[in-house]
């Protein structure tokens, strides 16, 4: 039986970007690591290594998802299930660190990350294909927002900022790309979207990367070129950047652009956990899928909300040298053993 | 099922509504901070916080501010004991503009702008002003109002004759070294506020000060300038009255044979004058460049103070040669500054 | 639907079962005659009028007063069966009439008292014959009905100004006649077990999906219900089953032109007798922002308005939570002027912002609502009540704000812009006040994403609700926002189970 609810290859498009971009923008790929121009170039790295990791996942994708309903590939589903929960668990933990460093604790530190949680639950139970027409919905909101952003600071950028490529110090250009390729857990969550897609997914998936990191290239050097020395000292440059727009009268926008963000986490999220119920119905049962994302959900708020107040959580969270293994691990090991045993299979 | 979820979710929503305290987030009972003033006495920072006074009826035109004071060892604690007294929670949000006090820039602003930058209520493009007189006296001054410092804020790029900044420029140029803080200035006379020149800083204190001359200059020379209007004495006597828009700067750095630094400055200048087009052109052109190199003479040379951007130039242009300097700010100042100056008059 | 819903359903159906198994036509008449008088129970609208024919044979005609013309009945029916010579007629005597004596247009024949009845109520006039068990119903009707003027609810200023009625039969023709195709088709269905409402599916052969068709029949069919007395009353069974959504994916219109436009484009429209709402569907989202007034005016003002439709909705919708979120957590977005009059109001007033819009609010919607119900004389009390009770009073004596009063005031300007959205507007403009008031601009935004991840689930009849803005289409977007010129428009045309990602484009491919 063929799978109902498709998505064109041009919503993957928009839903990847939307939900890998926002991570970067908004809770900053490039968090207190040193200089963001040093970023451009981790950019640029981490794009090769990108385009490297989503090969298998692209080669085994084309087989379908046989190979994780049966045997060895329930528990690899399994996997990739507790893979999908950490990845939700850092994103509300740099969302919820965000709100708390950017705007106080005016709002209850628990009501915003209970009401995403919920928000994203119900998403996901949405579908793929609703999260994916609302994705692309978002993303021209967010795509408005910045260019919006661009133009109200593009006469605060001033060149002498940008410090010159000799001044890159390894080890930022290092942790920057640890940071970017670590958070690309959309490049496994292609093996449980693919079966979902009509159209050139290879096309999409590649013009995403390219994408991606052309405009954190940019808004690298554009955020270094306005911020200057003071981004050093700041844990999320790319919202300090933003409360310097200013048009006319309305000065003091980022809270406003901040709740754009807010709606791509959103996406981000609700993408998640429908990833989560997938691995789940192929490791267990289709009724226990339904169960297993507020499950996730649940563990996921109370590990963001203790987060801020708890310095080995937040470590371990942030911690991106496990991230980065992780990811590798999610993108490279499992497909190639998924795809051996098929072939060993045939 | 799905009526559980949706009970459950009304009951979570429910039970986190707890933002909407009518009484902790009503705007009245916020202490709604327009302005802060900074001075240190003592080792001990005195704040004077000017405020929205929201008790009077609505009226007609301005604001009405009040004041409010507080002291402490940090300026933390200085502006918790403000909120004590008044005993409403501040709302800084809306703080347009901080006055760095006479004591303060002669002991070091970084810890004080330290604090600002880090507390997220703060916004990067408050505006930063000196004064060589106590804070508490130009905050208390008769024509004190926020949109008098915001004019104030607007003179640089209305007549030149000031230099402002906001937080974040300041604090940049603090923390990264390479280039002087400049903050505008302000004076007080019979009770009365108003701009006079700029301070610079030496580090974290203040360094010198700058005539509104030296102001233009300095904005002609970093290539910052959106319209200065000057006057002058001509040699066969009367005034030269003139405009400039349409400022562009370009420093090129050669490092062969030691650093030396051409600042292009290229302009569009209007003039009214008894003279020939010609002979007004050249008058404004040299008049320029005496003013540029002096500036440069007095702050650069006699002060110590980089204020044109030259050793970020440096930097940034040729890092090579930055990195084998052991201190490149003596090396800046030593360095040889030719001005060259490019005016267009139109009449 | 609960455990005692079932139970409650099963009995009515049963009920409804017994009711409609009437029995055939007698071939006595006065055995026809006394079950028909003792079904309608001596109701004194029921009238026999019996007849002697020409050969001595029973006759009579059975009509509901007032439904039938007087005149007609003389004219088609009485004068020329008591004129006809039976005598010389040897053949049955109900083929006989139907063909040779009635001069009417429309005869039907009967052969069970279900279908008598029916007819009988519905102005037809019922001819039955002594020896025959069936009978003529003759089309005669002749009761009173509302002529066909403006409709008071899609009110257009170019447009034509012919709005439906309520008689099914006159609907149809105002269709017919302004789509002269023979590809215009109207399907008869009759749904409510008690009202058995005659209802239409109106469409064009040539343009509409088999598939939709199908679909849409199959709901109808699954009606439960024993009235229709409102076109509302079967919104609810043509959305899809456990759609909890505040947007209907059914459009409802009144004017005849706009169903035209609508079922050109494949769309089905659904007729009900009794009602002069017409049903649309599919419908999606976009529809609900365009006017027939669109396509009669210029493009560039077509397309203004338009654009000044949807900014009214979000302006609807967001300002009230925005203004409380603002206020409450984020008060430095205003700008100084603004917020010192926002901060000296709320120091005046006794009540919080969200406690004052929430208010303003409620009292808001009973006068709306008020001045909805009450008598044309007492409507100006009602606005002079709320002017100066609302506007003047309650302001100068600092119960509430102003500027809280001009936001509400704002709102509900915009709101009125579209007033097809005007019930998901109003509650969803509640929501926000208590989104923003728990969880300031953070909660405004999950809940936009919630209500837009909804929207973007739903579907109407398999077609994207949110099309064409999501799943996009560019061909679609030259009648969305803006629109295009007719020499644009005209190009190619576009069928509504085309748009992208409808179940019928999937399956095609």
């Known amino acids: ?127 793929i294909e609703a999260i994916a027409r609302c994705g692309a919905l978002i993303l021209f909101a967010v795509v408005a927002a910045f260019v919006l952003l661009c133009l109200s600071l593009l006469s605060k950028s001033d060149i002498l900022n940008l410090p010159p490529v000799g001044s890159y110090k390894l080890s930022d250009i290092i942790t920057n790309t640890v940071i970017m390729v670590g958070e690309q857990s959309c490049i496994p969550a292609i093996i449980f979207i693919y079966t979902h897609v009509k159209g050139n997914v290879k096309k999409s998936v590649v013009l995403w990367l390219i994408v991606l990191f052309v405009c954190i290239f940019a808004l690298s050097l554009f955020i270094s070129s306005v911020l200057g020395d003071y981004a050093l000292t700041q844990f999320f440059p790319v919202y300090s950047w933003a409360r310097l727009s200013s048009f006319g009268v309305l000065q003091r926008l980022d809270s406003l652009f901040l709740a754009v963000w807010t709606a791509g986490v959103f996406v981000r999220l609700a993408l998640l956990f429908w990833v989560i119920s997938v691995c789940v119905r192929y490791a267990i049962s289709n009724t226990v899928s339904k169960l297993a994302p507020p499950v996730f959900g649940i563990f996921a708020l109370i590990i963001a909300v203790a987060a801020p107040f708890n310095s080995a959580i ?33 | 099922m799905k009526r559980i979820l949706a009970v459950g979710l009304v009951i979570i929503f429910s039970l986190s509504a707890v933002g909407c305290s009518p009484i902790e987030n009503n705007l009245d009972k916020r202490l709604i901070i327009q302005g802060i003033g900074i001075d240190l006495e003592a080792d001990e920072y005195k704040i004077t916080v000017m405020y929205m006074d929201t008790a009077d009826p609505v009226g007609e035109g301005d604001v009405k501010s009040s004041f409010a004071e507080g002291s402490g060892l940090s300026v933390l604690d200085a502006l918790t004991d403000t909120a004590n007294k008044t005993g409403r929670e501040p709302l800084y949000g809306q703080c347009a503009f901080i006055v760095l006090g006479g004591g303060l820039i002669k002991n070091g602003i970084s810890e004080p702008l330290e604090f600002f930058t880090d507390y997220y209520e703060f916004h990067p493009n408050i505006n930063i002003f000196s004064s060589e007189s106590s804070a508490d006296k130009v905050m208390r001054a008769e024509n004190m109002s926020v949109r008098l410092m915001q004019d104030f804020a607007d003179t640089e790029a209305s007549t030149g004759k000031t230099i402002s900044s906001t937080l974040n420029e300041v604090y940049a140029a603090l923390s990264s070294g390479r280039t002087s803080a400049v903050t505008s200035l302000i004076d ?141 700010k003596q090396a800046v100042v030593l360095s040889r500054v030719n001005v060259i100056t490019d005016i267009e008059l139109q009449r | 639907m609960g455990i005692l819903d079932f139970s409650f359903n099963k009995k009515q159906k049963k009920q409804s079962d017994e009711q409609h198994c009437e029995p055939l036509l007698y071939c006595e008449l006065e055995k026809n005659i006394s079950y028909m008088k003792s079904r309608f129970g001596g109701s004194a609208d029921f009238t026999v009028r ?96 509302r002529g066909i003027s403006e409709s008071e609810t899609d009110v257009v200023q170019r447009g034509s100004r012919e709005g439906f009625s309520e008689p099914l039969r006159i609907n149809m023709t105002l269709v017919r006649r302004r789509l002269k195709t023979p590809d215009l088709r ?275 009849f398999g077609v994207p609700y949110m099309s064409p803005l999501s799943p996009f289409s560019f061909f679609g977007m030259r009648d969305t926002i803006i629109r295009a010129g007719w020499r644009v428009l005209a190009k190619r045309q576009s069928l509504i189970q085309n748009q992208k990602g409808s179940e019928a484009e999937s399956e095609e491919e």
């Open chain 1, 1 to 127: 039986m063929g799978i109902r609810n498709k998505i064109s290859a041009s919503q993957l498009f928009c839903l990847l970007l939307l939900s890998r971009g926002v991570l970067s923008v908004a809770c900053g790929a490039f968090s207190g690591s040193g200089d963001i121009g040093s970023a451009a170039l981790s950019a640029v790295i981490a794009l090769i290594i990108s385009i490297l990791l989503s090969i298998p996942v692209l080669y085994l994708s084309k087989s379908g998802t046989e190979p994780l309903q049966n045997g060895a590939g329930r528990v690899i589903s399994g996997i990739y299930a507790l893979y999908f929960f950490y990845s939700v668990c850092i994103t509300m933990t740099m969302f919820t660190v965000l709100r708390a460093e950017t705007t106080g604790l005016r709002i209850s530190i628990i009501a915003v990350p209970l009401i995403m949680t919920a928000a994203a639950l119900y998403g996901s139970y949405k579908g």
């Open chain 3, 186 to 460: 109207f399907e008869s269905m009759q749904i409510g077990t008690d009202t058995k409402t005659d209802i239409a599916l109106c469409y064009l052969d040539s343009a509409v999906s088999k598939d939709i068709l199908d679909e849409l029949k199959r709901r109808l069919k699954a009606v439960p219900l024993k009235n229709i007395l409102a076109a509302g009353y079967l919104v609810p069974f043509l959305d899809r089953k456990g759609d909890l959504s505040l947007f209907s994916g059914v459009g409802v219109t009144e004017r005849p032109d706009t169903v035209c436009g609508k079922i050109s484009e494949g769309r089905i429209a659904v007729l009900i007798d009794g009602t002069p709402s017409v049903l649309i569907v599919p419908y999606l989202f976009v529809e609900n922002f365009q006017t027939i007034d669109d396509y009669s005016n210029r493009a560039y003002f077509a397309s203004l308005t338009r654009i000044l439709k949807y900014i009214a909705f979000f302006v609807a919708v967001f300002t009230p939570g925005m203004y409380v979120a603002v206020a409450c957590y984020n008060p430095e977005l205003f700008p100084q002027g603004i917020l010192n009059k926002v901060a000296s109001s709320v120091a005046q007033t006794p009540f919080s912002v969200f406690t004052e819009i929430l208010l303003i609010h409620f009292i808001y919607e009973i006068m709306r609502e008020a001045g909805l119900r009450l008598p044309r004389p007492l409507g100006h009390a009602v606005s002079i009540v709320g002017a100066l009770v609302l506007g003047e009073t309650a302001v100068s004596s600092g119960l509430i704000g102003a500027p809280t009063l001009m936001v509400v005031a704002i709102t509900a300007i915009s709101s009125y812009v579209i007033p097809d959205l005007y019930p998901a507007v109003a509650v969803l403009r509640i929501s926000f006040i208590v989104a923003g008031g728990v969880a300031g601009l953070f909660g405004i935004t999950l809940l936009f994403c919630a209500v837009l991840i909804n929207m973007c689930a739903k579907k109407s």
């Open chain 3, 50 to 145: 019996r007849l002697l024919l020409s050969d001595s044979t029973d006759a009579a005609i059975i009509t509901m007063e007032g439904m039938s013309n007087k005149e007609s009945i003389a004219l088609s029916i009485t004068n020329p069966i008591m004129e006809f010579n039976f005598k010389k007629h040897s053949e049955n005597k109900i083929d006989l009439i139907e063909s040779r004596v009635l001069s009417a247009s429309e005869i039907v024949r009967v052969i069970d008292f279900s279908q008598a009845f029916t007819l009988v109520m519905s102005g037809f006039t019922l001819f039955l014959v002594d020896g025959c068990d069936i009978a003529l119903a003759i089309g005669v009707q002749g009761f009173s009905f």
């Open chain 1, 314 to 346: 937040r470590e371990a969270m942030l911690n991106t040298g496990v991230l980065l293994f992780a990811t590798a691990f999610c993108c490279l090991i499992l497909p190639a053993v998924l795809i051996i045993k098929r072939r060993l299979g045939k």
């Open chain 2, 188 to 328: 007080i006379k019979d009770k009365k506020i108003f701009v006079n020149g700029a301070a610079a800083f030496d580090g974290d204190k203040a360094g010198a000060i700058l005539s509104s001359e030296q102001c233009m200059a300095t904005l002609l020379l970093c290539g910052d300038a959106k319209s200065v209007w000057d006057i002058f004495q001509s040699d066969e006597g009367g005034n030269i009255n003139y405009s400039l828009s349409g400022c562009k700067s370009k420093i090129n750095v050669s490092t062969s044979g030691g650093i030396e630094f051409d600042i292009a400055v290229n302009t569009h200048a209007s003039a009214y004058g008894t003279e020939s087009s010609a002979r007004l052109e050249s008058k404004i052109k040299s008049r320029i460049k005496t003013l540029c190199e002096s500036t440069i003479e007095q702050l650069l040379k006699k002060k110590r103070l980089d204020v044109f951007n030259l050793e970020r130039t440096l930097y940034s242009k040729d890092y090579g040669y930055y990195k084998t300097l052991e201190n490149p």
